[in-house]
């Protein structure tokens, strides 16, 4: 059985360009492992593969959940688990791409069930972190260490989430990590992280974005925000929606919303580089850019690892 290939990176790092010449090369389809791309309702503003890149190999979970769902880390990897089977029956190359380390993680590291949070207990951790996240983090660093020093300090969404998890179960979410078999395990895949110089990927963001804002990015945020939905919801703090949501409700001009954009995505992706220095400790690096580089080095590992 030949390995799957786990591609991860910052935003704006070459992901989707790595894995469609892979899917090529070597007769694989794609698996969405960026929890914003999993979304319907943003294509442009969350970079999916546009439709040159669709049409190069077969792609999967991208776009399939509703911007009113709460998409966990827990379905995504049951629905990706069952992609991955699905083509290996087939004899087909899983190739998983994206930015959210977490959702990769789970395939190699294995993920428990949690058990359901009931409204009362998701509510109250959402208060907290919203009434004093300085607080929040600060009760995750005493319960939960583990937990804590995975997120962000200023990223109230997992903060939340934890908390909630802590006070439904009595149980820090860490002690539910890896209790369950993974669904890749040793010697079943070969993952790679892409890492370009900063100011390279600073720059590709700027650019990007300003692409996006030509391919109707902003009626694409209007028609999303029109739906009035939670703002506590994932897909509502996708990059450029606060920003943009502030523009439509007049508390902001449409130049500050894009230039909020870029700033939150450089960010995001500090956030990411910093994630992959912590957290893929043990995963080769690939500082080049150029695509055949990218290409033979993950060919060459993914040939080397023995199933």
Partial sequence: MRPAILIHGPTASGKTRLATALARKHGGEIVNADAMQCYADLNVLTARPDAEELASAPHHLFGHVDAAARYSVGVWSKDAAAKIAELRDAGRLPIIVGGTGLYL??????LSDIPAVSDQHRDKARAMVEADQTGARAMLLE???ATADRIEANDRQRTSRALEVLFATGKPLSSFHGQA?????????????LTPPRETLYARINARVDAMMRANALDEARALWQRRLDSALPVMRAHGMPGFCDH????????DAVDRCKRD????AKR?????AHQFTLWP???SEDLSVRV?????IAAETVG
């Fill in 105 to 110: 993680m789970a395939l190699t590291e294995g």
């Fill in 143 to 145: 319960k939960d260490p």
């Fill in 181 to 193: 078999a993974p669904v890749l395990p040793p010697g079943t895949w070969a993952g790679i992280t």
């Fill in 248 to 255: 439509f409700e007049g508390r902001a001009s449409l130049a």
């Fill in 265 to 268: 995505t450089r960010r995001y």
């Fill in 272 to 276: 990411q580089m910093t994630w992959i």
């Fill in 285 to 287: 690096r690939i500082p």
């Fill in 296 to 300: 033979r080095v993950i060919s060459d």
